[in-house]
């Protein structure tokens, strides 16, 4: 997977000369994409046709703008109004609580080494095929990962699905109707076939198919997200290429992070993951992920999937690719400043105690801080945590911040399609 690459290393001190580089990314990296699909999928994914209440899409949480995040540490999808850092609790409509972890970048998950979705992984592939713990029904018939992960947002009261009785989707939800022809997949899928000039699309996208599902629709999202968010034409891409110069500082950032401040140990691979899940002593907030019946703010990250005592408060490691533009950071979006969260994130145990709220955060009327008000959770946050602290220098951070700066794609920033003027549905678009 990785390589040393001589000419590219005489730019760097000695120490450099030990240290292993990813191999350039390629189109070998990535599944190919249909280009029909892509087309019926980038109309979707800007539609709100596919919330309960046909006023939230994928692109409200997941938008360009904001690093195809949604610019805020914990979202608001439904009861919210407006966009990014801006959106608002809609008083007509409040929502019943935050979303509790924050909205994942896009960047390069049609790349074949993405496996496992999600902060906490729950969902995955393997060589058995998709699992998840919602059961294997709910993960049959989609044609790949990130086609599946579609399933949960549709599905969330809080994200686009909407509250209990206000909709169709919302009671088929509610009632547990999934799957099946009362199932809430379906009713999003009669929508779309309603609507003639999707029912032309999927005629293109999938011919020989007997019937528009909402596989189809999640088949179709997911192929333009895999071909618009593709990004390995950054700096650091040219670099590893031999194409071209990296600055002195980012330089110096490259050394740091492939070697003694010990980054690439998770942040591993071409794109900056080892798809791994680690306990990091984030700084928790917000409602905490649980079942409507439990009552705790806590996130138990991986826990809640494994059942592992080992995998508490461990979160899948993100790619970095444009990590200069997807803030805020962290599972739960705790920090704003890039650079304090770079400072925390290397001596965590330390930064819980000198932690200062720096989120993004909507106001509503929720107890945001529960967690990192209890001293007992607080500290059951740093003895998760594994190795060492290593306090960074100004200088090291700045040269670090130098080295994120160089995996900023703008071509990929700029994105291949980009928003629709409209979409089918006749909706407004998230622009």
Known sequence: ???????????????????????????????????????????????????????????????????????????????????????????AN??????????????????????????????????????????????????TLLSAQTMFPVLSADEMAGHYSENDVARAVRQGLITGEDGAWEVLAARVR???????????????????????????????????????????????????????????????????????????GPFQTDHGFHAMGQ????????????????DDGRFRVTGEEGDRFAFRTPSLRNVTETGPWGHAGAYSDLRAFLRDHAAPRAALGWYRRDATLPEMEAEDWTVMEDAEQVSALAAAVRGPDRVLTEAEVSNLMAFLESLRDEAALAGRLGIPETVPSGLRVDR
Not at 35 to 57: K, Y
Not at 120 to 130: A, P, Q
């Open 283 to 298: 700084p928790q907030l917000g409602p905490g992920k649980r079942a409507r019946f439990e009552t705790h703010a806590r």
């Open 194 to 268: 309603a609507i003639p000039e999707y029912a032309a699309l999927w005629e293109r996208a999938f011919p020989g198919d007997d019937r528009l599902d909402f596989t189809d629709i999640s088949d179709a999202i997911a192929a333009f997200v895999e071909h618009e968010w593709r990004s390995d034409t950054s700096p650091f891409d040219a670099w590893l290429r031999g194409e071209a110069d990296l600055p002195v500082e980012a330089l110096q950032g490259v050394e740091l992070f492939y070697g003694a401040a010990g980054c690439a140990a998770c942040h591993a």
């Open 94 to 143: 409040p929502p019943e609580e935050r979303i509790p972890r924050n909205a994942p970048a896009l960047w390069n998950l049609g790349a074949s080494e993405f496996t496992v979705l999600f902060h906490d992984g729950r969902i995955e592939r393997t060589e058995d095929g998709l699992r998840t713990p919602m059961g294997s029904e709910m993960v049959e018939g989609f044609d």
């Open 1 to 91: 997977m990785s390589r040393l690459v001589l000419p590219l290393l005489l730019s760097l001190s000695s120490p450099a000369w030990a240290m292993e580089f990813p191999a350039p990314v390629t189109d070998a990296d990535y599944r190919a994409t249909d280009p029909a699909q892509v087309e019926m999928g980038r109309l979707l994914f800007w539609d709100g046709v596919l919330s309960g209440n046909r006023n939230i899409s994928c692109g409200t949480c997941h938008h360009p703008s904001f690093g195809t995040g949604d610019g805020l540490s914990l979202g608001m999808g439904e009861g919210g109004r407006g966009l990014g850092p801006d959106r608002a609790v809609d008083p």
